[in-house]
């Protein structure tokens, strides 16, 4: 259809597609349900819930005939912290300021804990591995595997400045139309660029296309 047909309200494709009809089990699909806030499951070991987390964690375990693990000590906590968030483990002085910090309970200390090892800049190295593991082997792939490091940096230093996940996400999709001119976003879209093409060639010869 022409633009001179469109201009003239003449009926597009879309207007003559009906409307779809759902069902009430289809309308109660979890996609389609706002979010909201469910009632906590009632449980036996009523002390050992600290938070409604743990309540909905406990009440399966309990269905099923099982107890939580033991509760770890201070050190386990803090090694467990460091490794998960930057993937080293923490320093002696880091575990006896843990450990010395116990004054409110076993978890005293947890929150600070949780903040000063995510603002180290090794944080982003540890949070981003899994990200960059997968990308970095798409790039290693092709001939310029060398500047991989680029990409790598690239997301230790977004996830180290707390960058939104949308716009980390839309960077990597599309940053030289978000962000023109901005180095940084460049070289997050040119790695997935730069892998798209790996694998578009691959398809094409696989399937002589």
């Keep these: ?5 469109v201009l003239a ?15 009430d089990a289809q309308r109660q699909h979890w996609s389609f349900v706002p979010p909201g806030r469910p009632p906590l ?10 938070n409604a987390v743990d309540a909905f964690v406990l009440k399966p375990l309990e269905d099923f ?10 050190v386990t906590l803090i090694r467990r912290l460091r490794f998960d968030l930057t993937g080293l483990p923490p320093t ?15 978890m005293s200390g947890w929150s600070t804990g949780c903040w000063r090892v995510r603002s180290m800049a090794s944080a982003g190295l540890g949070s981003g591995s899994t990200w960059r593991g997968m990308r970095e082997r798409w790039i290693q792939e092709r001939q310029d595997a060398a500047d ?3 990409y790598r940096d690239w997301v230790v230093q977004a996830l180290n400045d ?14 030289d139309e978000v962000a023109p001119g901005d180095r940084g976003a460049f ?3 040119a790695s997935t660029a730069t892998g798209r093409s790996r694998t578009t060639t691959r398809c094409r010869a696989r399937t002589g296309s």
């Design 65 to 74: 005939g099982l107890t939580p693990a033991a509760e770890a000590d201070r």
């Design 41 to 50: 499951p009632r449980v036996k070991a009523e002390g050992w819930v600290r």
């Design 148 to 150: 991989v490091w680029r």
């Design 162 to 175: 707390d960058m939104p996940y949308d716009r980390f996400v839309a960077l990597q999709l599309a940053g």
């Design 9 to 23: 309200g003449a009926e597009t494709p879309a207007d003559s597609i009906p409307e779809p009809t759902w069902t």
């Design 187 to 189: 070289i997050a879209t």
């Design 1 to 5: 259809m022409g633009a001179a047909g």
């Design 92 to 106: 002696a002085e880091e575990v006896d300021a843990f450990v010395a910090d116990a004054r409110d309970g076993p």
